[in-house]
């Protein structure tokens, strides 16, 4: 079976407001497995948002710490991002990743063997 990951719940919402965004696995198993959220603006590098480590420990940039809160759910096999106080600079491209399992997360790109297509958040102001 292929390995897929598939993002939604991205959108428009006003700055001050909250969205949750999900990533759906199939064909990868995503317990005890380093996993992250990235988003990526036109010319920019796709940056991390939240990191979340085979411990279930997590991560998260200055940025958004205090904001955006990762979570997984083993049994449905999803990954989670919860972003509150959402401000314009929060827009972007989201992306799911997955590593390998019994890893930790890192902030670069290079660890992560898929990626998800991507889901759309746009903050106005």
């Known amino acids: 079976q292929a390995q897929v990951l598939e993002e939604s719940g991205g959108g428009a919402v006003q700055a001050g407001g909250s969205l949750t965004l999900s990533c759906r696995g199939s064909?990868?198993?995503?317990?005890?497995?380093?996993m992250g959220w990235f988003r990526q603006t036109p010319g920019q590098k796709r940056e991390g948002v939240a990191l979340?480590?085979?411990?279930?420990?997590?991560n998260y940039p200055d940025a958004v710490q205090g904001r955006f809160t990762v979570s997984r759910d083993t049994a449905k096999n999803t990954l989670s991002l919860q972003m509150n106080r959402l401000t314009p600079e929060d827009t972007g491209m989201y992306y799911c990743?997955?590593?390998?399992?019994?890893?930790?997360?890192?902030?670069?790109?290079?660890?992560?063997?898929?990626w998800g297509h991507g889901t759309q958040v746009t903050v106005s102001s």
């Open positions: 979340i480590h085979w411990t279930d420990g997590t």
């Open positions: 990743a997955a590593g390998k399992r019994f890893e930790a997360a890192h902030f670069g790109t290079d660890q992560y063997n898929f």
């Open positions: 064909g990868l198993e995503f317990a005890q497995r380093a």
